[in-house]
Nanobody, 123 residues
Framework: QVQLVESGGGLVQAGGSLRLSCAAS?????MGWFRQAPGKEREFVAA????????YYADSVKGRFTVSRDNSKNTGYLQMNSLEPEDTAVYYC???????????????????WGQGTQVTVSA
Protein backbone atom coordinates (compact mmCIF):
# COMPACT_ATOMS: atom_id res chain seq x y z
CA GLN A 1 0.00 0.00 0.00
CA VAL A 2 1.38 3.39 -1.02
CA GLN A 3 0.97 6.05 1.65
CA LEU A 4 0.55 9.71 0.74
CA VAL A 5 1.00 12.42 3.37
CA GLU A 6 -0.16 15.92 2.51
CA SER A 7 0.79 19.16 4.22
CA GLY A 8 0.88 22.90 3.64
CA GLY A 9 -2.77 23.93 3.77
CA GLY A 10 -3.99 26.90 5.72
CA LEU A 11 -5.78 30.23 5.72
CA VAL A 12 -4.58 33.06 3.48
CA GLN A 13 -5.95 36.33 2.17
CA ALA A 14 -6.84 36.79 -1.47
CA GLY A 15 -3.69 37.35 -3.50
CA GLY A 16 -1.56 35.28 -1.15
CA SER A 17 0.36 32.06 -1.72
CA LEU A 18 0.60 28.55 -0.31
CA ARG A 19 2.70 25.53 -1.18
CA LEU A 20 1.22 22.08 -0.72
CA SER A 21 3.42 19.00 -0.34
CA CYS A 22 2.60 15.36 -1.00
CA ALA A 23 5.13 12.81 0.24
CA ALA A 24 4.72 9.34 -1.27
CA SER A 25 6.16 6.10 0.13
CA UNK A 26 6.91 4.92 -3.41
CA UNK A 27 7.84 6.40 -6.76
CA UNK A 28 4.78 7.54 -8.71
CA UNK A 29 4.25 7.32 -12.43
CA UNK A 30 2.00 10.38 -12.19
CA MET A 31 0.83 12.58 -9.34
CA GLY A 32 -2.41 14.51 -9.65
CA TRP A 33 -3.98 17.23 -7.54
CA PHE A 34 -7.73 17.55 -7.05
CA ARG A 35 -9.92 19.76 -4.93
CA GLN A 36 -13.44 19.60 -3.56
CA ALA A 37 -15.48 22.42 -2.06
CA PRO A 38 -18.58 21.77 0.07
CA GLY A 39 -21.51 20.80 -2.12
CA LYS A 40 -19.32 20.73 -5.23
CA GLU A 41 -17.99 17.97 -7.45
CA ARG A 42 -14.37 16.89 -7.14
CA GLU A 43 -12.33 18.96 -9.59
CA PHE A 44 -9.03 18.33 -11.34
CA VAL A 45 -6.37 20.96 -10.58
CA ALA A 46 -2.98 19.85 -11.92
CA ALA A 47 -0.77 16.83 -12.55
CA UNK A 48 2.86 15.92 -13.21
CA UNK A 49 4.35 12.85 -14.88
CA UNK A 50 7.33 11.73 -12.82
CA UNK A 51 9.78 10.52 -15.42
CA UNK A 52 9.71 13.48 -17.80
CA UNK A 53 8.13 16.17 -15.57
CA UNK A 54 5.35 16.90 -18.05
CA UNK A 55 2.70 19.05 -16.40
CA TYR A 56 -1.02 19.59 -16.87
CA TYR A 57 -3.30 22.32 -15.49
CA ALA A 58 -6.97 23.10 -15.27
CA ASP A 59 -7.86 26.32 -17.05
CA SER A 60 -9.04 27.81 -13.77
CA VAL A 61 -5.54 27.67 -12.25
CA LYS A 62 -3.28 28.00 -15.28
CA GLY A 63 -0.76 30.78 -14.80
CA ARG A 64 -1.30 30.86 -11.03
CA PHE A 65 -0.44 27.33 -9.86
CA THR A 66 2.73 25.34 -10.53
CA VAL A 67 3.09 21.59 -10.00
CA SER A 68 6.52 19.98 -9.57
CA ARG A 69 8.22 16.92 -8.10
CA ASP A 70 11.44 15.99 -6.26
CA ASN A 71 12.70 12.59 -7.41
CA SER A 72 15.02 12.05 -4.44
CA LYS A 73 12.14 12.48 -1.96
CA ASN A 74 9.23 10.97 -3.92
CA THR A 75 7.50 14.24 -3.07
CA GLY A 76 5.29 16.43 -5.21
CA TYR A 77 4.48 20.09 -4.71
CA LEU A 78 1.67 22.39 -5.70
CA GLN A 79 2.71 26.04 -5.55
CA MET A 80 -0.39 28.22 -5.44
CA ASN A 81 -0.02 31.94 -6.13
CA SER A 82 -2.55 34.74 -6.57
CA LEU A 83 -5.08 32.75 -4.58
CA GLU A 84 -8.74 33.64 -4.91
CA PRO A 85 -11.74 32.85 -2.68
CA GLU A 86 -12.90 30.45 -5.40
CA ASP A 87 -9.81 28.33 -4.66
CA THR A 88 -11.16 27.48 -1.20
CA ALA A 89 -11.48 23.69 -0.97
CA VAL A 90 -10.00 20.52 0.46
CA TYR A 91 -7.04 19.64 -1.75
CA TYR A 92 -6.09 16.01 -2.40
CA CYS A 93 -3.02 14.55 -4.02
CA UNK A 94 -3.33 11.25 -5.84
CA UNK A 95 -0.87 8.80 -7.39
CA UNK A 96 -0.88 6.42 -10.32
CA UNK A 97 1.88 3.82 -10.06
CA UNK A 98 1.64 2.46 -13.59
CA UNK A 99 1.58 3.80 -17.10
CA UNK A 100 -2.01 4.07 -18.29
CA UNK A 101 -3.91 5.67 -21.14
CA UNK A 102 -6.58 7.36 -19.03
CA UNK A 103 -6.82 11.11 -19.07
CA UNK A 104 -4.90 12.84 -16.27
CA UNK A 105 -8.11 14.73 -15.49
CA UNK A 106 -10.00 11.63 -14.32
CA UNK A 107 -9.96 10.59 -10.64
CA UNK A 108 -10.15 6.95 -11.71
CA UNK A 109 -6.72 7.30 -13.36
CA UNK A 110 -5.20 7.32 -9.86
CA UNK A 111 -5.01 4.43 -7.38
CA UNK A 112 -3.91 6.07 -4.11
CA TRP A 113 -5.08 9.25 -2.42
CA GLY A 114 -3.80 11.52 0.30
CA GLN A 115 -5.82 12.51 3.35
CA GLY A 116 -6.57 16.00 2.06
CA THR A 117 -5.57 19.41 3.35
CA GLN A 118 -7.82 22.44 3.78
CA VAL A 119 -7.09 25.62 1.84
CA THR A 120 -9.15 28.66 2.78
CA VAL A 121 -8.82 31.98 0.96
CA SER A 122 -10.52 34.98 2.53
CA ALA A 123 -11.86 37.87 0.47
Amino acid sequence: QVQLVESGGGLVQAGGSLRLSCAASGRPYRMGWFRQAPGKEREFVAAVTWSNSNTYYADSVKGRFTVSRDNSKNTGYLQMNSLEPEDTAVYYCAVALRVNLMSVLLPRAYEFWGQGTQVTVSA
